[in-house]
């Protein structure tokens, strides 16, 4: 079994920067692929970026690059996701997951309970 908390979500203006992190445990060991995911009212989960955790090679959906930047701490066995210059869409419920590849949510057995990201215009 493998344990995701995530923190840092909160509500901050446009514009404005905000970091996720999401702290892993039990046995990661067999679970290579760590993402982000968001879920806006309304929509359906969307990939948002993921990393792999051997390199730290990353890969992000085109609505955030440039402005989101996803990183790791094998240390610390956690998941960064810095965010800048947000803007209203990309308020949502923000999820890290693992034990899956990929983009589709559903390829992903692990998850966290979510952190909310509310951005005011």
């Known amino acids: 079994q493998v344990q995701l908390v995530e923190s840092g979500g909160g509500l901050v203006q446009a514009g404005a920067s905000l970091r996720l992190s999401c702290t892993a445990s039990?046995?990661?060991?067999?679970?290579?692929?760590m993402g982000w995911f968001r879920q806006a009212p309304g929509k359906e989960r969307e990939f948002v970026a993921r990393?792999?955790?051997?390199?730290?090679?990353?890969y992000y959906a085109d609505s955030v690059k440039g402005r989101l930047t996803i990183s790791r701490d094998v240390a610390k066995n956690t998941m960064y996701l810095q965010m800048n210059s947000l803007k209203p869409e990309d308020t949502a419920v923000y999820y890290c997951a693992t034990g899956g590849w990929g983009v589709a949510p559903s390829n992903y057995q692990y998850w966290g309970q979510g952190t909310q990201v509310t951005v005011s215009s």
């Open positions: 990393i792999i955790w051997a390199n730290g090679a990353t």
């Open positions: 039990g046995r990661t060991v067999s679970s290579p692929v």
